[in-house]
Nanobody, 122 residues
Framework: QLRLAESGGGLVQPGGSLNLSCAAS????????IGWFRQTPGKEREGLAT????????KYADSVKGRFTISRDSANDTVLLTMNSLKVDDTAVYYC???????????????WGQGTQVTVSS
């Protein structure tokens, strides 16, 4: 059973940067399309970015395009989300997910991590 775990969340000031990492146990991340999502209380889970199995193809939501970068670390079989120019509105719980399709919707993903909190505040 594939299990995902996010790490790297925390508190950062507006305009700052943070790097999130997604790792797996019970399977390999490079067998799946990986997506990053976020959710705040009372709102639907928002798709942010996806990356193909090869790492060649990526997709981004308009809300993070140009600020966030998704990438694979093939040596460690992890998927990274590099977040720059963070805004207060980026505050959320961030999740990584694995699935067969590259889509920015939660229903396309079958395996989820527990999430990591990112707080952007001065």
């Amino acid at each position: 059973q594939l299990r995902l775990a996010e790490s790297g969340g925390g508190l950062v000031q507006p305009g700052g940067s943070l790097n999130l990492s997604c790792a797996a146990s019970g399977g390999r991340l490079d067998s799946y399309v990986i997506g990053w999502f976020r959710q705040t209380p009372g709102k639907e889970r928002e798709g942010l970015a996806t990356i193909s199995r090869s790492g060649v193809y990526t997709k981004y939501a308009d809300s993070v395009k140009g600020r966030f970068t998704i990438s694979r670390d093939s040596a460690n079989d992890t998927v990274l989300l590099t977040m720059n120019s963070l805004k207060v509105d980026d505050t959320a719980v961030y999740y990584c997910a694995a699935g067969p399709y590259s889509a920015l919707r939660p229903t396309a993903f079958s395996h989820w991590g527990q999430g990591t909190q990112v707080t952007v505040s001065s």
